[in-house]
């Protein structure tokens, strides 16, 4: 590396998004409320950092809702749950708090009102991932889950004319489009969603990791492996012709031999990472000579979203939701945008 310039590329946007940020609040708003423990189903977002410090705090993460202990509160996790896992609730006689991002809830909520038009739903996404199981648990008769362009030869609806995508919000945009495209091949006249589905944090985080990832030997994504949207933006690194690109949760899973030959290095999160962790990967980047950091901006954002209703000024802890009550909520009627992105 003699006599080559060392320096980073640092993308922005990156890290935590309004959904992300309104879900971690959440969890310790309602802790600063109600005092431990408070239950939340599933990791409230995808990192390990962030459970681990809740857990400290006295977050208990189950798997599922019949482990919380009847009369207690129960956060539902920014992925979203399907309304079977509503009513579990109901039946425990738990009190819930729901931190779905509003973003994924205008999804649930497309698929509902597709559902009531008779459409077919096609949801593009992948098997097991939350956000997909949510989902698809609010019109199961309706909506075909596609896991990549192999899905879309297996097809089949009722009414090539009645067809309808969704997808789940944090997958790459040039992966989403492909198979749009191909299932447009198939069935001409299926319809797309009123807006795009791809949130705009994950947008935004990968026009970055494109604008930098010619420029990056190596292009570094600070991200949980259980993280969607984390992993796509090392296939998207990649794709941008970055020469190398790694996932990790903290820097000390960095490889010193990526290192070698490498003048630039692009440095990302995901949408679910505190900077703090991006803070240690650039001081351990200092330390190996790469002290000179670069920010590509691809975007502002200013999106902020309000906490849940049951936090805003209770009166006393969350009461457990009457019967029926889950299906003529708002859905988004807690949520503030203070500009577009």
């Not at 996790?77 to 931190?99: F, M, N, Q, W, Y």
């Not at 593009?124 to 879309?152: K, N, Y």
């Amino acid at each position: 590396m003699t006599g080559r310039r060392r320096r980073v590329l640092l993308a922005a946007p990156r890290g935590v998004c309004a959904g992300v940020d309104r879900a971690i609040a959440t969890v310790h708003r309602a802790l600063e409320l109600y005092g431990a423990p408070v239950y939340v189903r599933h990791e409230i977002v995808h990192n390990k950092y962030v459970v681990k410090t809740l857990e400290k705090k006295g977050a208990i993460f189950v798997d599922e809702t019949e482990e919380v202990p009847e009369g207690n509160i129960v956060i539902f996790s920014a992925h979203g749950v399907a309304p079977l896992v509503r009513e579990e609730a109901e039946r425990g006689k738990l009190a819930t708090i729901d931190a779905t991002c509003p973003l994924v809830t205008k999804v649930h909520k497309e698929a509902v009102h597709f559902a009531k038009a008779g459409y077919d739903i096609l949801l593009i996404g992948h098997a097991g991932h939350e956000e997909v199981i949510g989902t698809s648990g609010e019109a199961p008769d309706h909506i075909t889950l596609v896991d990549g362009p192999e899905d879309v030869q297996n097809v089949e609806v009722r009414d090539p004319d009645k067809v309808v995508w969704l997808s789940q919000t944090t997958l790459s945009v040039d992966e989403t489009m492909e198979i749009v495209d191909a299932l447009k091949g198939r069935f001409p006249n299926l319809l797309s969603p009123p807006s795009d589905d791809i949130c705009y944090a994950t947008q935004n985080r990968q026009t970055a990791v494109k604008q930098m990832g010619a420029e990056a030997d190596l292009v570094i994504v600070v991200g949980s492996r259980n993280s969607s949207n984390s992993v796509r933006l090392v296939e998207v690194a990649l794709g941008a012709d970055a020469r190398d690109a790694h996932l990790v949760d903290q820097p000390e899973e960095i490889d010193e031999t990526w290192l070698e030959g490498v003048g630039t290095v692009g440095v990302t999160s995901g949408a679910s990472v505190p900077e703090i962790l991006v803070h240690g990967v650039l001081d351990w980047l200092a330390q190996r000579g790469y002290e000179d950091v670069e920010t590509i901006t691809a975007a502002e954002e200013h999106q902020r979203f309000a906490l849940p209703r049951e936090l805003a000024a209770p009166a006393g802890p969350p009461q457990p939701r009457a019967p029926g009550a889950w299906h003529t909520r708002q859905a988004g009627s807690n949520t503030t945008a203070e500009g577009p992105t």
